[in-house]
């Protein structure tokens, strides 16, 4: 019988090693951590794949698309939350409904298009409140943005039946904003706020400190780590603002067990926040070698995750 996963050391080395993201994504699929983790079926969903990836915590996750982007519910014994809302292809609120019955709170990691789409479906959702943020929760995300991320290879299975690829937009929503170091009481379990900028100035994190779990959102998973934004779409990334995010991160290293990571991998060593910290350092001191990929960003590899930076 499967079982959710205590602690991402005792995996087979095989499930956690490289996991950044080939050319060809779909070849990843399925990501052998998913086979050890119970699945949990709700009718009528084609579109998420749901997990129990911890005691209380559930994985909402979309394989079919190249974001690969994972949503959590994390249950406490009086109040539940949900950690981001995803693309908006499907609907995300009945399947947290067919999950729990408890009083919902909804909070961004950050303002991306992959991590709000279902943001409309909620009376409010808080984030921190960057003027981006602000600006792009009043706005939603036009089909202009949206539909050169439905081609083909974009694609790792069929879009839902009652989706409209030719229209796929993101509404406008309510967003609340919220402060660091803000602390939701679910009962029995506490997530507090970390502010960690650097993929965008909004970008936080929620730490369970009790149970030593950490929901990264986008400043940290196993795959390409995007340090390279400028532009009004997508925000303003700072390598220098994400290295230092990530000296901070680094020194809450011990007290953690597990990383909740919201790409690719729902479970994370903590032991990669080092490496990944060392690597922004060795870019920022000219020791690592990067390849200019396509689209003229720079690509720099390491064991287990790469970051891409502009070439500025």
Known sequence: MKRSV??????????????????????????PMYGLLPEVQVPGNDWYEIYQVLP?????????????????????????????????????RPLVAAL????????????????????????EVYAYPDPMAIARAMSGYPESMLNPMLGPESLAKPL?????????????????????????????????????????????????????????????????????????????SSLNVYSATMNKLTALAPSLKVLCCSHNLPVVSPDILPRIRDGFSAIQSGSA????????????????FAIIASKK
């Not at 205590?6 to 990501?31: F, I």
């Not at 909804?106 to 909620?122: K, R, T, Y």
């Open 100 to 123: 729990t019955t408890l009083p919902l709170t909804v909070v961004n990691s950050h303002c991306h298009f992959d991590h709000v789409g279902g943001n409309w479906e909620f009376p």
């Open 6 to 31: 205590q602690n991402p050391k005792d995996l087979p080395n095989a499930v956690c090693a490289n996991a950044v993201q080939p050319n060809r994504w779909q070849d990843a699929l399925p990501r």
């Open 56 to 92: 209380g915590v559930y994985a909402l996750y979309e394989p079919g698309h190249f974001q690969e982007v994972i949503s959590f519910l994390i249950l406490g014994e009086t109040a539940a939350l949900l950690w981001d809302t995803g693309m908006g292809i499907a609907p995300i």
């Open 160 to 236: 839902p039946e009652v989706f409209d690829p030719l229209h796929y937009s993101i509404r406008p929503w309510h967003m609340t904003p919220l402060a660091p170091n803000h602390c939701f009481d679910l009962g029995g379990r506490q997530l507090t706020v970390l502010h960690t900028p650097g993929h965008t100035d909004d970008s936080i994190m929620l730490w369970d400190q009790e149970r030593q779990i950490l929901f990264t959102g986008d400043t940290v998973y196993p795959a390409a780590l995007y340090a390279h934004y400028g532009s009004d779409e997508f925000g303003f």
């Open 289 to 304: 070698q990067g390849s200019m990929d396509p689209e003229g960003l720079v690509r720099f590899d390491f064991e287990g």
